[in-house]
């Protein structure tokens, strides 16, 4: 897809290569920090944006280490603060990509947020196999 450099990393030597490839040098590695079970969440106070770009690595189901990672253009990173029902606190990272008009009219986000492609940013929480990188 025009935008999106991918890349499917088999060391921490290649996904740390991929990732500095596409920052720089000087990086940061977060992920989200959510109490493991089951519950629900509302929004907290304070959501902050982290970065204007960024590389998500997403942890692959296989017998190895393997982390899918990719990073889009217009794409803004964000960490929510989240609230449980039983009080205590989470941050949750976002991705908020801006253009997505090069995405397919059909893509399930355009059906599910009743829009048509390059109209609105398309935000979406970042699942907590995953680790976002963004440059310091």
């Not at 999106?4 to 000087?26: M, P, Q």
């Not at 959510?34 to 997403?58: H, I, N, P, R, W």
């Not at 009219?105 to 929480?125: D, E, I, R, S």
Request: aromatic residues 12%.
């Amino acid at each position: 897809m025009e935008g999106e450099a991918r890349y499917c990393t088999t060391s921490l030597e290649s996904l740390i290569d991929f990732s500095t490839s596409k920052l720089g040098r000087n990086v940061n590695v977060l992920a989200n920090e959510v109490k493991t079970g089951s519950q629900e969440y509302e929004f907290g106070v304070g959501m902050e944006k982290l970065a204007d770009k960024s590389v998500v690595c997403y942890k692959m189901n296989y017998p190895y280490v393997v982390f899918y990672c990719h990073t889009f253009t217009k794409t803004r990173t964000y960490m929510i603060p989240l609230v449980g029902a039983d009080g205590s606190k989470a941050k949750a990272m976002s991705s908020c990509h801006s253009d997505r008009s090069a995405w397919h009219p059909k893509h399930v986000a355009f059906k599910v947020l009743n829009v048509k492609p390059g109209t609105v940013p398309v935000c979406h929480f970042v699942h907590n196999n995953a680790m976002v990188w963004i440059p310091k």
